[in-house]
Nanobody, 124 residues
């Protein structure tokens, strides 16, 4: 069992930056591959970025590639999502998730634990 808590969301103007954090507690954080998803009103939850248990592999959705960076600090049991050049289309609730599979996973059903989400709103 692992508990996940996101933080760092907020309101930002287009072109601005935010850094999301996902703090994990419970079973060994380094045993999990991790991911960020987002869900906008009326839309399905979509993959944003994923990172392997070691941090050696990462993967990004095309919509955020080159603007977002996922990272993790296993010593601090924390994962991050640095979001730059934000656009209004990035507005959504952002969720972190943990997977018992060691590699980067792209689909929600591949994740075993979820946080409650943090709201990111980008104004134009």
């Amino acid at each position: 069992q692992v508990q996940l808590v996101e933080s760092g969301g907020g309101l930002v103007q287009a072109g601005g930056s935010l850094r999301l954090s996902c703090a994990a507690s419970g079973r060994s954080f380094s045993s999990y591959a991790m991911g960020w998803f987002r869900q906008a009103p009326g839309k399905e939850r979509e993959f944003v970025a994923g990172i392997s248990w070691s941090g050696g592999s990462t993967y990004y959705a095309d919509s955020v590639k080159g603007r977002f960076t996922i990272s993790r600090d296993n010593a601090k049991n924390t994962m991050y999502l640095q979001m730059n050049s934000l656009k209004p289309d990035d507005t959504a609730v952002y969720y972190c998730a943990a997977s018992l599979r060691p590699h980067v996973n792209l689909r929600p059903h591949e994740y075993d634990y979820w946080g409650q989400g943090t709201q990111v709103t980008v104004s134009s």
